[in-house]
C-alpha cells in the first residue's frame, strides 16, 4: 500500500509524455511506432508551462536532465513573459485556478505554441471549466486544445514514505485570530483536496480517524464526506480502475488525522541523524540544499546540493547517526581511491582523467573492461564528494553551535537543572540564539510545575544571550488559555524513559561522561583530515533512540483502540484551537499508556465506504474492523499519519523506526501540511505573539 515515491513520479512521467505511458527507448521517451514492429519513434519534444506551486511538485522528484530524458527542451513560468515557439506542443501543468485559466487562453489566443495539453495538479471545478471552454471558444483556437486532464498530484513527495501539501504556516494560520471563518474554511478544503489526491495515489480508500475538536476532526469530516461521495455517488470511480487496484482494498490502511498542537516540542528538538540534522542546519527544501561557504581570503559563495532519492549513499544514511555517516563516508573514499588506483595501474596513467587517451583497441580486455566502468566511478566520486562537502560544513555548524552537546543535553532533560540550562544559556561557545531557545522551551514544557522565579531568570538569561523571547511568550499565552499539559510535548520523558535507561546496556549518565565532546574533537580539524578519525571512537556510544509522542499514538491507535465521535463545523475549530489533550506523553504523575488511552478516547472515526445511516455522515462509536489485521489480533499493519500544522524529518524518521522494528513489519506513511524546521517554527509562534 504505502506511498511508494515512483507511483507519483510515474504520474508526472506519464504527464510528459501526453499522458501515455512511456514505452520503448533507451531514455522512455519514444513510443512504438503504429506499424507494430516494435521500432521506437523519434521522440516528440515539447515544452512544460507550469506555475510556482506544480513547478514546486516537478522539481521534488525531478531534474532538469530528467525533463530533457522525456522530451522537456524548455520548462518556463506561466507568469513569465513568452515568445513563440512554433510547430511545438506544450504541457500545461497549473493549479484550477481562474487566474491560470485566463493567462492560458490569452496564451492560445497569440497562437504560443502548436497544441496544448492541459494539466490540472487537482480537480478542476466545472465552472471554471465553462469559463476556460468560453474563453478558447472565442479566440476561435479551441481546436488547438488536444487535451484537458486532472492530475491530482498536488502534493509533493520528497520521500519515498513522506509527503507535505505544500502549505506552508499553516499552524500559524489556523492559530491566528485574524482569521475569518471563510479562510478557515478554505484552507480545510485545500487541505481535504490534497489529502483526496493523495489517497487516489495510493488507490486506497483508508478509514479516518482523528481527535475531537481541532482542525484535524473537520478535515476527517470532509475528507469522509468527499470519498464517500466519490465512491457512491461518481459514475467514474477513480479508485477501483484496476484489477490490481481492487484487489489491494482488501487490506485497507488507517488515516490518522492529527494537529500539531497535540506535539509541541518534537518541532523544537535537535536531532544527530544525517537528514534531520541537515534539515535543522540548512532547510531542506524540495529535496535540495544550500551550503554557505567561506575561503581562506574571507570570499562568501553559495553551494546547492541536491539529495536525490536514487543516491543509494543517501538512501542507506539519511536515518543513520551522524558520526555514523562520517565514518561511512570516509569508507567510501577509501574504496573509491583502491578502485581508482588498480584502473591507473593498468592502464598505466598517473590519474582517471588520463584514462581517456587510452587507445581502447590496443587495450587487454582487462582494461577494456575497467575503461568501460569510468562513467559510473566519476559518477561515484562526484556523489562522495557531494557527502564530503556536506558533512564538513555540517562539521563546522556542529563545532559553531555546539550541536553535540545540546542534542546530549536533551536527551536528558528531565535530569536538567534549572543551573544546568542556565549555564547552557550563558556558555558564549553556544552562539546560536535560537538553539539556547529550544533548549529552554523543552526543558519548560517537560517542567509544567516550574517556579514563575525560575523561569523569570531564564528569560533574562535568554534575552542576555541575544534571543528573541516572542515564540516562549507566545507559548505562554497558549499554555494559559488552554490548560496546556506541557510535559506531552517532551519525547521519552518520565517513569517509563528512566526505567528503559537504566535497564539497558549503558545508561545515559554513562553517556554524557564517556561522551567526550565533538565540539571539542573539532577544534583540531582541517580539510585535510579525516571524517571517520574524529567519530570512530564514539560511534558506538550514541544514545539509544526512543519513541517520540507521535509514534507512541500511531502504536496505540493501530492496536485497535475504540472511542465514540460527532460532527465539528468552524465554530468548534476556534473553541478547541490549541487544546492539548494531555495524553500522549508521560509525566511524573502518571502512566504513558494511561495518557495515550486517553488521548484515543476522544478520537473520532470515519468509514467512507459505509452507508450513510441517519445523521451519523458516517461517523461510529466504535473503531472500525481493519481488514489489514494480521493473525487476527485486532492490530492494523498499514497507516498513513498526517499532521495539520507542520512535521519534519525527526518524527517521519521515528515512525519508519517503529514501522521497520515492528513484527510483523509495518507500512506507514507521514504527511503534514508541510515540512518544517525548528527555526521556521520558531518564525511562526513570533508572528502569533505579534497577532
Same mark, same amino acid.
Given at each position: 500500500m504505502f506511498l511508494d515515491l515512483f507511483d507519483s513520479v510515474a504520474g508526472l512521467i506519464r504527464m510528459l509524455h501526453l499522458n501515455d505511458n512511456p514505452r520503448s527507448s533507451d531514455n522512455g521517451t519514444n513510443n512504438t511506432n503504429g506499424n507494430g514492429g516494435g521500432e521506437p519513434e523519434a521522440p516528440i519534444w515539447k515544452v512544460l508551462i507550469f506555475d510556482s506551486f506544480c513547478r514546486d511538485v516537478v522539481s521534488t522528484v525531478l531534474r532538469v536532465n530528467d525533463l530533457r530524458d522525456n522530451g522537456v527542451t524548455v520548462h518556463m513560468q506561466l507568469e513569465a513573459q513568452r515568445s513563440p515557439i512554433p510547430d511545438v506542443p506544450a504541457i500545461y501543468f497549473v493549479q484550477p485556478k481562474r487566474e491560470s485559466i485566463a493567462r492560458m487562453s490569452e496564451d492560445i489566443a497569440r497562437d504560443l505554441y502548436e497544441l496544448y495539453y492541459v494539466n490540472y495538479a487537482s480537480s478542476l471545478p466545472r465552472a471554471l471549466l465553462e469559463e476556460f471552454a468560453v474563453q478558447t471558444t472565442a479566440s476561435g483556437k479551441a481546436h488547438q486544445i488536444a487535451q484537458v486532464y486532472d492530475q491530482y498530484l498536488n502534493f509533493l513527495c520528497p520521500e519515498e514514505n513522506m509527503f507535505s501539501l505544500h502549505l506552508p504556516s499553516t499552524f500559524e494560520s489556523i492559530h491566528n485570530p485574524s482569521m475569518t471563518d471563510v479562510a478557515m474554511s478554505s484552507l480545510i478544503d485545500k487541505i481535504v483536496s490534497s489529502l483526496f489526491s493523495v489517497l487516489l495515489t495510493l488507490k486506497t480508500v483508508p478509514t479516518i480517524c482523528a481527535p475531537r475538536g481541532n482542525a484535524a476532526e473537520m478535515v476527517a469530516t470532509r475528507l469522509d464526506a468527499k470519498l464517500r461521495e466519490h465512491i457512491l455517488g461518481s459514475r467514474h470511480n477513480l479508485f477501483t480502475e484496476d484489477a490490481e487496484d481492487i484487489l489491494s482494498q482488501s487490506r485497507r490502511p488507517m488515516l490518522i488525522l492529527l494537529d500539531r498542537d497535540f506535539d509541541l516540542g518534537s518541532m523544537f528538538m535537535h536531532s544527530w541523524t544525517y537528514q534531520a540534522l541537515l534539515h535543522d542546519i540548512y532547510d531542506i527544501r524540495l529535496n535540495q540544499i544550500t551550503v554557505d561557504k567561506t575561503d581562506d581570503a574571507g570570499? $562568501?559563495?553559495?553551494?546547492?546540493?541536491?539529495?536525490?532519492?536514487?543516491?543509494? !549513499?543517501?538512501? /542507506?544514511?539519511?536515518? *543513520?547517526?551522524?558520526?555514523?555517516?562520517?565514518?561511512? #563516508?570516509?569508507?567510501?573514499?577509501?574504496? !573509491?581511491? /583502491?578502485?581508482?588506483?588498480?584502473?591507473? @595501474? &593498468?592502464?598505466?596513467?598517473?590519474?582517471?582523467?588520463?584514462?581517456?587517451?587510452?587507445?581502447?583497441?590496443?587495450?587487454?580486455?582487462?582494461?577494456? %573492461?575497467?575503461?568501460?566502468?569510468? +562513467?559510473?566511478?566519476?559518477?561515484?566520486?562526484?556523489?562522495?564528494?557531494?557527502?564530503?562537502?556536506?558533512?564538513?560544513?555540517?562539521?563546522?555548524?556542529?563545532?559553531?553551535?555546539?550541536?553535540?552537546?545540546?542534542? *546530549?543535553?536533551?536527551?536528558?532533560?528531565?535530569?536538567?537543572?534549572?543551573?544546568?540550562?542556565?549555564?547552557?544559556?550563558?556558555? +558564549?561557545?553556544?552562539?546560536? +540564539?535560537?538553539?539556547?531557545? /529550544?533548549?529552554?522551551?523543552?526543558?519548560?514544557?517537560?517542567?509544567?510545575? &516550574? @517556579?514563575?522565579?525560575?523561569?523569570?531568570?531564564?528569560?533574562?538569561?535568554?534575552?542576555?544571550?541575544?534571543?528573541?523571547?516572542?515564540?516562549?511568550?507566545?507559548?505562554?499565552?497558549?499554555? %494559559?488559555?488552554?490548560?496546556?499539559?506541557?510535559?506531552?510535548?517532551? +519525547?521519552?520523558? =518520565?517513569?517509563?524513559?528512566?526505567?528503559?535507561?537504566?535497564?539497558?546496556?549503558?545508561?545515559?549518565?554513562?553517556?554524557?561522561? $564517556?561522551?567526550?565532546?565533538?565540539?571539542?574533537?573539532?577544534?583540531?580539524?582541517?580539510?585535510?583530515?579525516?571524517? =571517520?578519525? #574524529?567519530?570512530?571512537?564514539?560511534?558506538?556510544?550514541?544514545?539509544? %533512540?526512543?519513541?517520540?509522542?507521535?509514534?507512541?499514538?500511531?502504536?496505540?491507535?493501530?492496536?485497535? $483502540?475504540?472511542? =465514540?465521535?460527532?460532527?465539528?463545523? #468552524?465554530? =468548534?475549530? @476556534?473553541?478547541?484551537?490549541?487544546?492539548?489533550?494531555?495524553?500522549?506523553?508521560?509525566?511524573?504523575?502518571?502512566?504513558?499508556?494511561?495518557?495515550?488511552?486517553?488521548?484515543?478516547?476522544?478520537?473520532?472515526?470515519?468509514?467512507?465506504?459505509?452507508?450513510?445511516?441517519?445523521?451519523?455522515?458516517?461517523?461510529?462509536?466504535?473503531?472500525?474492523?481493519?481488514?489489514?489485521?494480521?493473525?487476527?489480533?485486532?492490530?492494523? *499493519?498499514?497507516?498513513?499519519?498526517?499532521?495539520?500544522?507542520?512535521?519534519?524529518?525527526?518524527?517521519? *524518521?521515528?515512525?519508519?523506526? !517503529?514501522?521497520?522494528?515492528?513484527?510483523?513489519?509495518?507500512?506507514?506513511?507521514?504527511?503534514?501540511?508541510?515540512?518544517?524546521?525548528?527555526?521556521?517554527?520558531?518564525?511562526?509562534?513570533?508572528?502569533l505573539n505579534a497577532a
Amino acid at each position: 500500500m504505502f506511498l511508494d515515491l515512483f507511483d507519483s513520479v510515474a504520474g508526472l512521467i506519464r504527464m510528459l509524455h501526453l499522458n501515455d505511458n512511456p514505452r520503448s527507448s533507451d531514455n522512455g521517451t519514444n513510443n512504438t511506432n503504429g506499424n507494430g514492429g516494435g521500432e521506437p519513434e523519434a521522440p516528440i519534444w515539447k515544452v512544460l508551462i507550469f506555475d510556482s506551486f506544480c513547478r514546486d511538485v516537478v522539481s521534488t522528484v525531478l531534474r532538469v536532465n530528467d525533463l530533457r530524458d522525456n522530451g522537456v527542451t524548455v520548462h518556463m513560468q506561466l507568469e513569465a513573459q513568452r515568445s513563440p515557439i512554433p510547430d511545438v506542443p506544450a504541457i500545461y501543468f497549473v493549479q484550477p485556478k481562474r487566474e491560470s485559466i485566463a493567462r492560458m487562453s490569452e496564451d492560445i489566443a497569440r497562437d504560443l505554441y502548436e497544441l496544448y495539453y492541459v494539466n490540472y495538479a487537482s480537480s478542476l471545478p466545472r465552472a471554471l471549466l465553462e469559463e476556460f471552454a468560453v474563453q478558447t471558444t472565442a479566440s476561435g483556437k479551441a481546436h488547438q486544445i488536444a487535451q484537458v486532464y486532472d492530475q491530482y498530484l498536488n502534493f509533493l513527495c520528497p520521500e519515498e514514505n513522506m509527503f507535505s501539501l505544500h502549505l506552508p504556516s499553516t499552524f500559524e494560520s489556523i492559530h491566528n485570530p485574524s482569521m475569518t471563518d471563510v479562510a478557515m474554511s478554505s484552507l480545510i478544503d485545500k487541505i481535504v483536496s490534497s489529502l483526496f489526491s493523495v489517497l487516489l495515489t495510493l488507490k486506497t480508500v483508508p478509514t479516518i480517524c482523528a481527535p475531537r475538536g481541532n482542525a484535524a476532526e473537520m478535515v476527517a469530516t470532509r475528507l469522509d464526506a468527499k470519498l464517500r461521495e466519490h465512491i457512491l455517488g461518481s459514475r467514474h470511480n477513480l479508485f477501483t480502475e484496476d484489477a490490481e487496484d481492487i484487489l489491494s482494498q482488501s487490506r485497507r490502511p488507517m488515516l490518522i488525522l492529527l494537529d500539531r498542537d497535540f506535539d509541541l516540542g518534537s518541532m523544537f528538538m535537535h536531532s544527530w541523524t544525517y537528514q534531520a540534522l541537515l534539515h535543522d542546519i540548512y532547510d531542506i527544501r524540495l529535496n535540495q540544499i544550500t551550503v554557505d561557504k567561506t575561503d581562506d581570503a574571507g570570499r $562568501k559563495s553559495t553551494k546547492s546540493y541536491d539529495l536525490n532519492v536514487n543516491d543509494s !549513499f543517501w538512501a /542507506r544514511n539519511a536515518d *543513520q547517526p551522524f558520526p555514523e555517516v562520517a565514518v561511512s #563516508i570516509d569508507d567510501a573514499s577509501n574504496a !573509491f581511491k /583502491r578502485e581508482a588506483d588498480e584502473i591507473t @595501474r &593498468m592502464g598505466g596513467v598517473s590519474s582517471l582523467d588520463e584514462m581517456g587517451n587510452i587507445d581502447v583497441g590496443a587495450s587487454t580486455k582487462q582494461l577494456q %573492461r575497467a575503461i568501460t566502468t569510468l +562513467p559510473e566511478l566519476t559518477a561515484r566520486k562526484a556523489n562522495i564528494d557531494m557527502h564530503m562537502n556536506i558533512a564538513t560544513s555540517m562539521l563546522d555548524a556542529i563545532k559553531n553551535r555546539q550541536l553535540d552537546d545540546l542534542f *546530549q543535553i536533551e536527551e536528558q532533560l528531565t535530569r536538567q537543572t534549572k543551573t544546568s540550562i542556565l549555564e547552557a544559556i550563558n556558555d +558564549p561557545e553556544k552562539k546560536n +540564539p535560537h538553539d539556547k531557545l /529550544r533548549l529552554f522551551i523543552l526543558y519548560l514544557l517537560a517542567n509544567e510545575t &516550574m @517556579r514563575q522565579g525560575d523561569i523569570d531568570e531564564c528569560e533574562a538569561a535568554l534575552a542576555a544571550a541575544g534571543c528573541d523571547l516572542a515564540p516562549l511568550h507566545y507559548l505562554h499565552k497558549l499554555k %494559559r488559555v488552554n490548560k496546556m499539559n506541557a510535559s506531552v510535548s517532551s +519525547p521519552g520523558i =518520565g517513569p517509563a524513559s528512566a526505567t528503559a535507561n537504566t535497564s539497558g546496556a549503558m545508561g545515559s549518565n554513562d553517556l554524557l561522561g $564517556k561522551f567526550s565532546s565533538i565540539s571539542n574533537r573539532l577544534a583540531g580539524f582541517t580539510e585535510g583530515s579525516s571524517l =571517520g578519525s #574524529i567519530f570512530s571512537n564514539v560511534r558506538n556510544l550514541l544514545p539509544t %533512540r526512543k519513541q517520540l509522542p507521535i509514534t507512541r499514538v500511531v502504536e496505540s491507535v493501530m492496536a485497535g $483502540k475504540s472511542a =465514540g465521535g460527532s460532527g465539528l463545523g #468552524i465554530g =468548534g475549530i @476556534r473553541a478547541g484551537i490549541g487544546a492539548a489533550t494531555g495524553s500522549s506523553g508521560s509525566s511524573g504523575n502518571g502512566s504513558s499508556g494511561n495518557a495515550v488511552a486517553k488521548m484515543i478516547d476522544s478520537f473520532v472515526y470515519f468509514d467512507p465506504k459505509q452507508a450513510r445511516r441517519g445523521n451519523l455522515a458516517g461517523s461510529n462509536a466504535s473503531m472500525p474492523h481493519h481488514p489489514s489485521v494480521a493473525g487476527g489480533d485486532g492490530a492494523a *499493519q498499514e497507516a498513513i499519519v498526517f499532521v495539520i500544522g507542520g512535521g519534519n524529518y525527526v518524527e517521519y *524518521q521515528n515512525l519508519m523506526e !517503529f514501522a521497520q522494528q515492528s513484527s510483523p513489519r509495518k507500512h506507514i506513511v507521514y504527511g503534514s501540511t508541510t515540512i518544517v524546521n525548528a527555526d521556521g517554527f520558531l518564525n511562526e509562534l513570533s508572528r502569533l505573539n505579534a497577532a
